[in-house]
């Protein structure tokens, strides 16, 4: 069967999968196993589904993945998170502009020591938006910054989606991390000046004065004790100098820097008095299914891609935009739109592995820096996870704040829209946002 016929056929197959509901990694073991099939016959299963899957995951890289996890884990359950934003409270009373602002910093700050998302937004909606409501936000606007300020772990790291883009491409994992900081910095910075235009805006409508005041929850501490703060900001600053630290002098790599994170997490909840055995429970539990939910991704995604390469779809889309090739910049654009539409339906870790196949032969063929396009990438899946249909954390502080979720889209929505313009025009314009510290290193 033709080369192109087969491409077709799959495309439709994946298409029509996803709307039926079924889970990416089943989606792309599905499609890559009837893709194989249908270009080299049955002969070749016995070689692909023997030990390659199993190689494939056993990969020592991939360590930093369950390590930064249980370091989230561990730092979520010893109640950290609710210490820093009652300090954060406590600095901005009485300038209400203020607070959403270090809302954003904090989750940035969250994002760098967890890596996870949902979980920063979830986390972020359960504290903060109580706090944003009674000092002037209407619910879609706290809602937004919240999501806002979880997806900036997409970017800053350690981020799953940069280590996943580091396996892929046999990229170093520290140089991604600290090509990261700077564009990271820079989405946090402009996610800061959007919010700040939508507060001013919402404080000259009389609407927004009339919304009932929200009474504070008991997830924000009334009072706590100079001990507890004083250890909270302590261990905040140390967790967050063991990784960037560690990473970009070279005396941790990414992996023990993930090791030594969850040790100093596990030290913290210790501090905090919040180890029993629930504390253990619930963070080994959730470590496990999410780097489980990553591992089954990755084999599917490894099937899928060597699809791709016997189906030459990478050659062929070197030469379907050949007119363009000598114009990087535009070819780059055209990417960064198909990566958004991409990010917008399907989870972040599923859609670097399925299109690094066909996008990094392109990328090499226009002699892009690979290290400068993973922090690209990742600039966008932080877009992502914040822009309808599949905004991951839209929908956790949804589900944890009881906001409807499409007056939050609406909002993150310019978000989303103002940095993918701002931030990835920037590192089309100056690559070294992304190539000078670990130039530097």
């Not at 991939?62 to 390590?67: G, W």
């Not at 909606?125 to 002037?136: S, T």
């Not at 809602?143 to 883009?165: Q, R």
Request: hydrophobic residues 60%; glycine residues 10%.
């Amino acid at each position: 069967m033709d080369n192109l016929v087969v491409i077709g056929i799959i495309i439709a197959m994946m298409i029509i999968l996803l709307i039926a509901g079924l889970y990416i990694h089943s989606v792309l073991l599905a499609s890559g196993i009837i893709g194989l099939i249908l270009l080299e016959g049955f002969g070749i299963l016995p070689g692909l589904l023997g030990n390659e899957p199993f190689n494939r995951v056993a990969s020592y890289t991939l360590t930093t993945i369950p390590l930064f996890v249980l370091m989230a884990q561990f730092i979520l359950q010893s109640g950290l998170v609710q210490d820093i934003f009652y300090m954060v409270h406590k600095v901005s009373k009485g300038k209400n502009s203020l607070l959403g602002v270090l809302t954003l910093i904090i989750g940035g700050m969250l994002g760098a020591v967890s890596g996870s998302g949902t979980a920063t937004a979830a986390s972020l909606g359960q504290v903060a938006i109580p706090e944003l409501r009674k000092h002037g936000y209407s619910a879609p606007l706290a809602g937004a910054i919240a999501s806002s300020g979880g997806s900036l772990s997409g970017i800053i790291p350690p981020s799953i989606i940069l280590i996943l883009y580091g396996v892929a491409t046999e990229t170093p994992v520290g140089s991604l991390f600290v090509g990261a900081f700077i564009p990271g910095i820079l989405t946090m910075i402009v996610f800061i000046l959007v919010m700040l235009v939508y507060f001013r805006m919402e404080k000259k409508k009389t609407a927004s004065a009339n919304e009932p005041e929200i009474k504070e929850t008991a997830g924000t501490p009334e009072k706590l004790s100079a001990f507890r703060l004083i250890a909270a900001s302590v261990i905040a600053i140390v967790i967050v100098l063991v990784i960037f630290g560690g990473i970009y002098s070279g005396l941790f790599t990414p992996t023990e820097a993930g090791a030594v994170g969850a040790f100093v997490g596990l030290l913290a909840a210790l501090v905090l008095g919040k180890v029993n055995f629930n504390f253990f429970k619930v963070s080994v539990v959730e470590t496990v299914k999410l780097t489980g939910m990553v591992m089954i991704i990755m084999i599917g995604a490894q099937i899928f891609g060597r699809f791709v390469s016997l189906s030459l779809l990478p050659r062929k889309l070197i030469e379907f935009i050949e007119p363009i090739m000598d114009t990087p910049v535009l070819v780059l654009i055209a990417i960064s739109v198909v990566l958004f539409i991409m990010f917008m339906f399907i989870e972040g870790a599923a859609v670097i592995l399925m299109s690094i196949p066909v996008i990094l032969p392109i990328i090499q063929e226009l002699q892009v820096d690979v290290l400068w396009f993973g922090v690209f990438i990742a600039v966008i899946c932080t877009i992502g996870l914040i822009t309808p249909p599949v905004g991951l954390s839209v929908y956790a502080v949804a589900g944890v704040s009881g906001i409807n979720s499409g007056s939050i889209f609406k909002i993150a929505m310019v978000f989303a829209i103002v940095a993918m313009i701002v931030v990835c025009g920037l590192m089309i314009a100056f690559p070294g946002l992304a190539t000078w510290l670990p130039n530097s290193m």
